[in-house]
């Protein structure tokens, strides 16, 4: 078996749902990040900017990187969209779960002499999505999510940067067609041209990295959202598999309503949720939504 198939043979064993090699190079879609920055999609996400030269060329992140292994992990298909806790934050957090899973495929790559490696799970200033349609994994979908055409877009992503040359997988031909689902649901008109967003509409933004208020329409549109939005993804007809493939990791927890949250300390949102990806968002911004869904309701 070639390096590169028994990498990828490897990486499935170890749950990933896909996995692909790219080579390493200078970003191709600079252009278009550039312009959703100037226009101010980027809300008040500063470090987007700040970040804006690192991101160029993946050699700026690991100076010898030569090939990189990206991988996905399914997580569930939300059947109810817009309630409660988006599907991804109900079990462990992918950060801890991919993390773990690249660094025991990073022990395997290594037993070949020579070989260094770098883990980067949303750690590093990287266009993961410009990489895992450049690795194969699949296309950027209307709603700016990876479509895999057999795991669907519930997926979340890591890279493996390697220092060795690597024959590349070959990238799959976006097939949203005339499809426009995603961009039809989408409650606060937050889906642009190009896979892009506006993260000042993005209910999975402004619910999870939005530090201030939430006001008028956007706080309507948020209904009985507690944490994220699972709406685009929900209505894609890419996401045909049932529960085939989603890593244990991810099985549901049971979640608190509004009520709870807003009287719960913060020993308990600590017991509750500090290896879940709810935690780095923190009490004080899920009271705040919990307080609008109240609102709302
Ligand atoms: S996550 Fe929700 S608000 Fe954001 S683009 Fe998708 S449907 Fe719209
Ligand atoms: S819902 Fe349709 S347009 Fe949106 S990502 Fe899926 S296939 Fe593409």
């Not at 989603?246 to 807003?262: C, G, N, S, V």
């Amino acid at each position: 078996m070639s390096l590169e198939n028994s990498i990828l043979t490897e990486a499935r064993r170890l749950g990933f749902i896909a996995a692909g090699i790219a080579a390493a190079g200078p970003a191709e879609n600079l252009d278009l990040f550039n312009r959703w920055l100037q226009d101010g999609n980027a809300a008040d996400m500063a470090f987007m900017e700040r970040s804006r030269q690192i991101r160029t060329d993946v050699k700026n992140v690991m100076p010898d990187v030569k090939s990189i292994i990206v991988v996905a992990a399914r997580y569930a298909t939300n059947k109810e969209p817009g309630k409660g806790f988006s599907t991804y934050a109900r079990g462990m957090d992918y950060h801890i779960v991919i993390r773990g899973k690249l660094s025991l495929l990073a022990d395997f790559i290594k037993k070949q002499p020579g070989i260094s490696t770098r883990v980067c799970v949303d750690s590093v200033p990287l266009f993961e999505r410009e990489w895992a349609i450049r690795a194969g994994i699949g296309w950027r979908g209307r709603q700016g999510q990876i479509v895999n055409p057999k795991a669907g877009c519930c997926l979340s992503i890591g890279v493996l940067l390697l220092n060795i040359v690597l024959a590349p997988s070959t990238p799959c031909a976006n097939q949203c067609g005339n499809c426009r689902l995603c961009v039809d649901a989408c409650p606060t008109r937050a889906i642009l041209d190009n896979g892009l967003i506006d993260c000042r509409r993005c209910l999975a933004y402004l619910t999870v990295e939005h530090k201030g208020d939430i006001q008028g329409e956007l706080q309507i549109a948020m209904g009985q959202t507690l944490f994220g939005c699972d709406i685009c993804t929900a209505v894609c007809p890419w996401n045909k598999m049932e529960n085939d493939g989603i890593l244990a990791e991810f099985q549901e927890r049971l979640m608190p309503d509004a009520k709870e949250i807003l009287a719960m300390s913060k020993e308990e949102f600590t017991s509750r949720f500090k290896d879940s990806t709810v935690f780095r968002t923190g009490l004080e911004r899920l009271k705040r939504n919990a307080a609008i869904v109240l609102e709302n309701t």
